[in-house]
């Protein structure tokens, strides 16, 4: 996959992954966002948010764990699992599950290590890694799920 070569274009590609699931819309998806400190899993939820329709500010859910944001398609569970310890914590977060929602969700979670095997399995896994280039992002994507077909189809073209 090409290099992501600022801030902007990691934020597209999130933005475009967003659109496809919102012209090809399927029932609800996790999506892990992997890689180290700094490598763009944030950057790239902010703009898969902005695809998504979102108006409003998105802010890293380090410090909360999980913001919940309401589009027009879905509702998005923004997670980031840095500061969790325990197994207890990722219990209690119930991200074993599935949301009780009248709408479909898409879980973006980041840091998605600490939590297995007490979380959801991803339909989608995205993999930053730091380039050579300070702004440069090298993501990597593994697709686990035959769900999401017409919409890799759509944003990886």
């Known amino acids: 996959m090409k290099p992501l070569l600022?801030?902007?274009?990691?934020?597209?590609?999130?933005?475009?992954?967003?659109?496809?699931?919102?012209?090809?819309p399927v029932k609800?998806?996790?999506?892990?966002?992997?890689?180290?400190?700094?490598?763009?899993?944030t950057t790239f939820a902010k703009g898969f948010l902005d695809g998504m329709g979102f108006l409003g500010n998105v802010t890293s859910p380090t410090y909360?764990?999980?913001?919940?944001?309401?589009t027009r398609v879905y509702d998005v569970y923004h997670i980031d699992l840095y500061r969790i310890d325990?197994?207890?914590e990722i219990i209690e977060l119930e991200l074993h599950e599935e949301p009780v929602s009248s709408n479909p969700f898409i879980f973006?979670?980041?840091?998605?290590?600490?939590?297995?095997?007490?979380?959801?399995p991803p339909d989608l896994e995205i993999i930053f890694s730091l380039g050579?280039?300070?702004?440069?992002?090298?993501?990597?994507v593994a697709c686990n799920s035959k769900k999401l077909g017409n919409i890799l189809n759509c944003w990886l073209k």
């Open 6 to 24: 600022s801030e902007s274009e990691t934020k597209n590609f999130g933005f475009k992954l967003a659109e496809c699931f919102c012209n090809s």
């Open 28 to 41: 609800s998806s996790v999506i892990y966002l992997k890689g180290d400190l700094g490598s763009g899993k």
């Open 64 to 70: 909360t764990l999980i913001e919940i944001y309401n």
């Open 86 to 88: 325990t197994r207890k």
């Open 108 to 120: 973006l979670i980041e840091w998605p290590e600490r939590g297995v095997p007490d979380i959801l």
């Open 132 to 140: 050579q280039l300070s702004n440069q992002r090298i993501p990597d």
